[in-house]
């Protein structure tokens, strides 16, 4: 339950402040009437969190939220209600006093949507649609379809994420035993081989001339790769950083067409959610290009907003752009003449995510051997190297 500090004024006239536990603002100053003192402010303690300051909101911790409150809406709970009850339920901390704040905005008389706005972990699509489902008083179906929409983009963005796992960790350990050979392995061999006094290969020079390098200054290496990411993540956070990462983007030519199905997949599902929950189509261009994940794409369909308020229509706003695939207005357009957009758009999503899926995986499917590729020549080059070596001052004949 959240605690509350307060500012008060008891019978004798006298100002005491302190903490009171209560569900709400409202609920505070109750208690505190019946404990016969004249509340003068109240409101939610600010305390020292620790560790907890560092909690983070996750959109499954969102996803969460919202599927438990379609619930308990559907069951006939008002909203207020039902936030309190959130609020002693959910695990995180950060979350409780999130909820907490947002009951007692609208214990104060704000709408939901204005109250979750004040929150980061709230992006401005799940506040444009809980806003038209308030408008149109229709806020549980509303719900239920921001649940949904929350789960599939969710469970798309982790197929991604473990399609990639099983290449990172192979790059990771073949770096790694690559790296123990080249520090600990070789470097016994190399003084071995200059023991004897003899004149090496050139290949086993070069090897050890590389073990040296990498044996004395491996630390230093590690720390510019990581300065070097650092300063590329921050640099990514400017605008001018994220234009130009994203464009190359555009330009790899292997992930260029991942890159574009799954922006084009975003864009399609999240419009198409935001046309069904009753929200304005500019408004819901204007969200759903923030989502593509591209500033590039972002920015170059920012034109779209006006060529749709012309009324040149959707699909004429895509066939404009050059990154899009004309198969998507093409499909857009059929939606528009049948008056069945937000369905086509979701097919387009649906179809689009389907295709992310496949390409990944034939480019997982490339990156798997290229890697086993690359790190067994470099292993054999490796042993190869230390056996022309062993075997030159044996005079063995290879």
């Not at 574009?260 to 969200?287: D, E, H, Y």
Request: hydrophobic share 50%; aromatic share 6%; proline share 4%.
């Amino acid at each position: 339950m959240p605690v509350f500090s307060y500012e008060a004024v008891d019978s004798g006239g006298k100002k005491v402040s302190g903490t009171i536990d209560a569900a709400g603002e409202f609920e505070a100053r109750e208690k505190l009437r019946s404990d016969r003192l004249m509340p003068l402010t109240v409101g939610v303690k600010k305390e020292f969190r620790g560790l907890a300051s560092l909690e983070r909101v996750t959109q499954v911790d969102v996803l969460t939220f919202t599927r438990q409150l379609g619930g308990l809406l559907e069951a006939g709970v008002p909203v207020d209600r039902a936030l309190m009850i959130l609020s002693k339920m959910s695990e995180k901390k950060t979350i409780r006093e999130i909820l907490a704040t947002v009951l007692q905005d609208i214990q104060g008389g704000q709408a939901l949507s204005q109250a979750l706005s004040k929150h980061k972990p709230f992006p401005k699509l799940y506040i444009n649609m809980v806003r038209a489902g308030e408008a149109g008083g229709v806020l549980e179906p509303i719900i239920e379809k921001l649940a949904n929409f929350l789960e599939t983009s969710i469970a798309f963005r982790e197929d991604i994420r473990t399609a990639l796992i099983y290449p990172i960790f192979l790059t990771i350990v073949g770096g790694v035993a690559v790296g123990v050979m080249m520090i600990f392995v070789v470097p016994k061999f190399a003084s071995i081989f200059l023991d004897l006094g003899q004149s090496l290969p050139a290949s086993t020079q070069m090897l050890m001339a590389a073990s040296d390098v990498i044996a004395r200054y491996w630390w230093m290496g590690l720390g510019v790769a990581a300065g070097m990411f650092i300063m590329l993540r921050m640099y990514a956070k400017t605008d001018e950083g994220r234009m130009l990462l994203d464009s190359y983007k555009l330009k790899v030519p292997v992930m260029r067409d991942l890159h574009i199905k799954v922006a084009v997949a975003r864009f399609c599902r999240t419009l198409s959610t935001m046309i069904a929950s009753g929200v304005p189509i500019l408004q819901g261009i204007r969200i759903a290009r923030e989502v593509t994940g591209n500033e590039v794409m972002s920015r170059g369909l920012a034109g779209m907003e006006e060529s749709v308020s012309r009324g040149k229509g959707l699909s004429g706003a895509l066939r404009d752009d050059s990154v899009f695939p004309p198969l998507v207005a093409q499909m857009v357009a059929v939606g528009e003449e049948s008056g069945r957009l937000e369905e086509t758009l979701m097919h387009v999503a649906v179809r689009y995510e389907e295709e992310s899926r496949r390409t990944l995986k034939r480019l997982v499917g490339m990156l798997e051997p290229a890697i086993i590729l690359v790190m067994a020549l470099v292993v054999g080059f490796i042993v190869i190297s230390m056996l022309v070596t062993i075997f030159s001052i044996y005079e063995i004949p290879m």
